[in-house]
C-alpha cells in the first residue's frame, strides 16, 4: 500500500520531518485550546471557512523535537507528491498485471500519470467510479457504481504470462469480524537445537483467526528461543491479542524440538545389504546305494 497522497490520521512536522499519530496529537490540541470554539461555513472543494478571530485565538500545535509547525500529513493543491512515494508507486506498477482505479476522477495529474504510464505499458485498466474520469478513454473496463472495501476470494492467472485472467471478491462490512487464515512466523533460535542438538519441527504453518477487516494480522509471531528437546508450543500457549481471536483448535501443534532419527550402525547396514544366501534345492533322483557287493 502506497499512500500518494498521505493520511489525514498522521501529522508531520514542517521544520524537522517527525511524524506522529494525529490521534495522539488531540489530547494536546483540546488542552492547548480549552475554551476554544468556531462556527464553520461550508466552502467548495470540501473547505470551511472560518471566522478570523477565532483563526487567531487557536494556539497551534507544536513539534516536541523541534518546535516547528504540525501539519496533516496530506499532499494539498499546490503541493508536490514526495519524491520517495512517487518512486514506490511507480515501481510498484511495474510489478502488477493490471490497474483498478476505484472512487477517483483523476482530474489530479498526481494520480492520472499511472493510468497513462499503464496505458504505455499495455496492462489492462479497470476504472470503477460514479461519472466520468480523465483515464475513461484509456481504459480496458468502466463501471459506473460506488465502490466499497472487499478481499479477494480466489483469482486465476493465464498459465503462460501469469497475467490475471479472473478474481472474486468478499464484500466486507467493516464492523463484522471475519474468518481469514493467517502465516506463522517462527522467531529466534531453539536452546533445543542449538545446545542439544535437536531438530526444529515447523508442524503448522498457518491458523484461521477471526477478527475486524481492519484488524487483520500481517502474521502471528511465535518465539521459540527457550524450547528445549521434546518440548512444543500449541496454539493455546501463544500469547492472546485482543484484535483477533483463534478459530483453529487450540490444541492444535505448532512447533516442537525432536531428536534427529539415529543413524544405523555399519554392521545393521551391512546385515541389511548382505543377507544370507538361501539353500538351493537339488534337482533331479536321488543316488541310490549300491547294495551288490
Same mark, same amino acid.
Given at each position: ?10 501529522? =508531520? ?60 500529513? =496530506? =499532499? ?31 482530474? =489530479? ?23 466520468? +474520469? ?5 481504459? /480496458? ?39 481469514? +487464515? ?49 518440548? /512444543? ?34 554392521? /545393521? ?25
Amino acid at each position: 500500500m502506497v499512500d500518494l497522497h498521505g493520511r489525514l490520521d498522521d501529522v =508531520v512536522c514542517l521544520g524537522c520531518g517527525e511524524r506522529r499519530s494525529r490521534a495522539a496529537l488531540q489530547d494536546e490540541i483540546t488542552d492547548a485550546n480549552p475554551a476554544w470554539r468556531a462556527v464553520a461555513a461550508p466552502a467548495p472543494d470540501g473547505d470551511a471557512d472560518i471566522d478570523a478571530a477565532a483563526v487567531e485565538a487557536f494556539v497551534p500545535p507544536r513539534c516536541g523535537r523541534c518546535g516547528g509547525l504540525l501539519k496533516p500529513d =496530506v =499532499v494539498f493543491f499546490g503541493e508536490n507528491v514526495p519524491v520517495e512515494r512517487y518512486e514506490a508507486a511507480k515501481a510498484a506498477l511495474a510489478d502488477a498485471d493490471a490497474l483498478l482505479v476505484a472512487g477517483s476522477s483523476l482530474m =489530479v495529474y498526481s494520480g492520472f500519470r499511472f493510468v497513462r504510464q499503464a496505458h504505455e505499458a499495455g496492462l489492462p485498466i479497470a476504472i470503477v467510479n460514479r461519472g466520468r +474520469t480523465r483515464g475513461d478513454d484509456l481504459a /480496458s473496463l468502466k463501471v459506473e457504481g460506488d465502490e466499497s472495501r472487499v478481499m479477494v476470494k480466489e483469482y486465476q492467472l493465464d498459465p503462460v504470462t501469469h497475467q490475471l485472467l479472473h478474481a472474486d471478491f468478499y464484500q466486507l462490512a467493516m464492523d463484522k469480524a471475519i474468518t481469514v +487464515t493467517v502465516p506463522i512466523v517462527l522467531k529466534g533460535e531453539p536452546k533445543g537445537v542449538k545446545l542439544q542438538g535437536g531438530l526444529l519441527d515447523f508442524v503448522t504453518r498457518d491458523i484461521q483467526v477471526q477478527c475486524l477487516p481492519t484488524d487483520i494480522p500481517e502474521h502471528i509471531d511465535v518465539d521459540v528461543t527457550e524450547l528445549m528437546l521434546n518440548q /512444543s508450543i500449541r496454539l493455546r500457549e501463544i500469547a492472546e491479542n485482543p484484535k483477533w481471536k483463534p478459530v483453529t483448535d487450540v490444541d492444535t501443534m505448532i512447533v516442537h524440538v525432536v531428536m534427529p532419527k539415529a543413524e544405523e550402525s555399519a554392521a /545393521s547396514a551391512e546385515a541389511a545389504a548382505a543377507p544370507a544366501e538361501p539353500e538351493v534345492a537339488k534337482k533331479g533322483k536321488p543316488e541310490e546305494k549300491d547294495d551288490k557287493k
